[in-house]
């Protein structure tokens, strides 16, 4: 149990965070919970809450939703979020390549207004891409309907 959700399943690991899917027993709400080791580096942390923050004012139907940040008592930074249901763009792609001109345009649209969200308020998350390359806000917290 994490700040009163049940940890469920894991979802996906990266080098240094773990994403678990939560939910709420009072409100039945599910939720992702992305959880930082307890012995990673201390800028991990300190990158997870500026990314609460920066979503946090940023209110658009393709960004996630933030709901908090937050320590554990052994020193694991965590973040809960909004978790969306379905598969990954990358899934998507695999699985559906190739798209249409109209489905490519479609998630290309959604992607590019998320993104416009998150740069237009000066907001801007240093979490780094899959290669180590400070990307922005990572493609997970983007919401794309396909």
């Known amino acids: 149990m994490l700040r009163g959700y049940v940890i469920e399943a894991l979802l996906g690991e990266g080098s240094a965070a ?10 039945d709400e599910v939720v992702a919970i992305k959880l930082i080791a307890s012995g990673a580096k201390p800028e991990r942390a300190e990158r997870l809450r500026r990314e609460e923050q920066a979503l946090d ?3 658009h139907p393709n960004v996630v939703r933030v709901h908090e940040f937050g320590i554990t008592t052994d020193g694991s930074a965590y973040l809960i979020m909004e978790l969306v249901p379905g598969i990954t763009l990358g899934q998507l792609i695999r699985e559906r390549a190739p ?4 489905t490519f345009w479609e998630l290309a649209r959604q992607l590019a207004e998320g993104g416009r969200a998150v740069v237009e308020p000066g907001c801007r998350s240093r979490e780094a891409g899959r290669h180590g390359k400070d990307r922005g806000v990572p493609s997970p917290l983007l919401r794309l309907c396909a």
């Not at 773990?18 to 409100?27: D, H, S, W």
């Not at 798209?99 to 109209?102: E, H, N």
């Open 99 to 102: 798209l249409s001109p109209r």
């Open 57 to 59: 004012r940023i209110h």
């Open 18 to 27: 773990r994403v678990y899917r939560g939910r709420c027993p009072i409100t």
